[in-house]
């Protein structure tokens, strides 16, 4: 989930230059990296509140650095060039093979209490799908290639499970969105599917669909959630007085979530199931971007 990242483009935020390499940034501001993406106009005023928050908190700048992709933050803290940094589950772990860097925080709404998600693979309860291998000759639908709980940690699951997700299926399509592939479930346009589990629940509040429709077929382990990172020679104090910082940030709207209650305190064995998950799909974490 890039909340955070996605923002700042929309909002009009200018891309910084880089300042000289393998220099820190300078104690009296706060440089954080971050992904820029399209999103809706309605996040612009989210990330503004959550600068001013972080700016008044520390007394101190928060300038926003935002790159064209993962590889241009992650250079950019190899570099020391950023203080923080907002990166993808995957994208996080590949930034700690190549630059000195530490997964610190990570955001909760007030809505789901959790800084974790999990994958489930839904089928309709009157499909006759129960388990794992009642799937084998039915139709399937991922959401994207490069969805976390929507394809990547299902696929993941089900050849640890002993299946081969290309020949088990009769076919396979992508979907483009959770919602689209609830849908297709509940529709009947396809006979089982994998979505966040979160996405389910927030379909089920708005009407959408019936939680009684569905049979969960396969539930994944916690997914943690996208980390705040923060170099480790970083500032001790600054260190302590960020962390603080982003804790404090509450009744704020974060994504479609609902509203912030705060970021917790994470550390890197969090994302050792991401690491496990790259590793069972034999992927190159570097393609993940």
């Known amino acids: 989930m890039h909340t955070f990242a996605k923002f700042l483009r929309v909002a009009g935020i200018a891309i910084l230059p880089l300042i000289a390499a393998g220099q820190a940034q300078a104690a009296d501001k706060l ?66 093979t190549v630059a ?56 993941a699951g089900l050849e640890q499970a002993g299946y081969q997700p290309d020949k088990l299926f009769s076919r396979v399509i992508f979907s483009g969105s959770h919602d689209a592939s609830i849908l297709a479930v509940e529709n009947r346009k396809v006979d089982a599917a994998a979505v966040a589990d979160r996405i389910l629940a927030n379909a089920v509040s708005k009407g959408l669909v019936k939680q009684e429709d569905f049979q969960v077929v396969w539930t994944s382990r916690p997914i943690p959630e996208s980390p705040m ?3 480790k020679d970083m500032d001790p104090a600054l260190k302590q007085k960020v962390a603080s910082a982003l804790a404090a940030i509450k009744d704020v709207p974060w994504g479609d979530q609902g509203l912030l209650d705060g970021f917790q305190p994470t550390n890197d064995s969090a994302y ?9 799909l034999d992927l190159d974490l570097r393609s993940m971007k």
């Not at 440089?31 to 612009?44: F, R, V, W, Y």
Request: net charge negative; proline share 4%.
């Open 31 to 96: 440089t954080i990296g971050l992904i820029p993406s399209e999103d809706s106009q309605a996040m612009i005023e989210t990330s503004k509140q959550v600068l001013d928050s972080l700016e008044k908190q520390l007394g101190m700048p928060v300038e926003p650095f935002v790159a064209t992709d993962y590889n241009g933050i992650i250079e950019a803290l190899r570099a020391g060039k950023l203080d923080v940094a907002y990166l993808g589950p995957f994208s996080y772990v590949l930034a700690t």
């Open 100 to 155: 000195d860097v530490e997964a610190f925080s990570v955001a909760v709404t007030k809505k789901t209490g959790q800084s974790a998600y999990k994958s489930l693979i839904l089928a309709r309860k009157d499909s006759g799908i129960r388990q794992l291998s009642d799937l084998k000759d039915h139709t399937f639908a991922f959401v994207d290639p490069s969805s976390a709980s929507g394809h990547l940690f299902p696929k």
């Open 229 to 231: 990172v923060w170099r």
């Open 272 to 280: 050792d199931v991401v690491r496990d998950t790259a590793k069972v």
